[in-house]
């Protein structure tokens, strides 16, 4: 059973930082792609960020230049830095990954973590 478990979100004042965490576990030959994606009140799911096994990285034009994408491969974690968050950052984020499991590619979501920014 591969499980993804999300942690980092909360309330912040406009202006300020969060930092997200996503930590996949379970049998996984290995994880092709880490992302993060979000859901606003009413509008679609959108991607922020990705971050593949070989580090390439992967942005929404809404986020350049204030959200970073890190990950640990060792430790199956993915990261997201979110600065100069904005009220229209407000969401729920949810991490994605591309696996392979058994050797057939599938994919995984996290349960999902609210992140409201003030204005």
């Known amino acids: 059973q591969v499980q993804l478990v999300e942690s980092g979100g909360g309330l912040v004042q406009a202006g300020g930082s969060l930092r997200l965490s996503c930590a996949a576990s379970?049998?996984?030959?290995?994880?092709?792609?880490m992302a993060w994606y979000r859901q606003a009140p009413r509008k679609q799911r959108e991607l922020v960020a990705s971050?593949?096994?070989?580090?390439?990285?992967n942005y929404a034009d809404s986020v350049k230049g204030r959200f970073t994408i890190s990950s640990d491969n060792a430790k199956r974690t993915v990261y997201l830095q979110m600065n100069d968050l904005k009220p229209e950052d407000t969401a729920i984020y949810y991490c994605?990954?591309?696996?392979?499991?058994?050797?057939?590619?599938?994919?995984?979501w996290g349960q999902g973590t609210q992140v409201t920014v003030s204005s």
């Open positions: 994605n990954a591309a696996a392979v499991v058994r050797d057939l590619p599938r994919t995984y």
């Open positions: 379970g049998i996984m030959s290995s994880i092709n792609n």
């Open positions: 971050i593949s096994s070989g580090g390439s990285t």
